[in-house]
């Protein structure tokens, strides 16, 4: 299994960016998907998540919610994170992840232990 992500930068306050993850090696369509954040010295931390076909709504944490978007193309194995009105507490790492075998009432409770595939991770600056 393989989770790429891209997309990261630099952008000032109110800013937007997009990021997306492309998944190799799994069953995507049936695998929960979500993105995580990590900030210098900060735990990991769930910033939003997306079910399979007709699981349930996107879920976010409630500091970007309103202000980030997540998505799924099934017949691409990609997810993407639109991210608008960025402020400078969103800089992080940001990494997708993946959570196969996992219902999606779990998978929204945003706890990287349930998560099994990680990305690499990609740097959002904002100033």
């Known amino acids: 299994v393989q989770l790429v992500e891209s997309g990261g930068g630099s952008v000032q306050a109110g800013g937007s960016l997009r990021l997306s993850c492309a998944a190799t090696g799994l069953a995507y369509s049936g695998v929960c998907m979500a993105w995580f954040r990590q900030a210098p010295g900060k735990e990991r931390e769930g910033v939003a998540a997306?079910?399979?076909?007709?699981?349930?709504?996107?879920y976010y944490a409630d500091s970007v919610k309103g202000r980030f978007t997540i998505s799924r193309d099934n017949a691409k194995n990609t997810v993407s994170l639109q991210m608008d009105s960025l402020k400078p507490e969103d800089t992080a790492v940001y990494y997708c992840?993946?959570?196969?075998?996992?219902?999606?009432?779990?998978?929204?409770?945003?706890?990287?232990?349930?998560?099994?595939?990680w990305g690499q991770g990609t740097q959002v600056t904002v100033s």
């Open positions: 997306v079910s399979t076909v007709g699981a349930g709504a996107p």
């Open positions: 992840a993946a959570a196969p075998g996992t219902n999606y009432a779990q998978a929204r409770a945003l706890s990287p232990d349930t998560y099994i595939h």
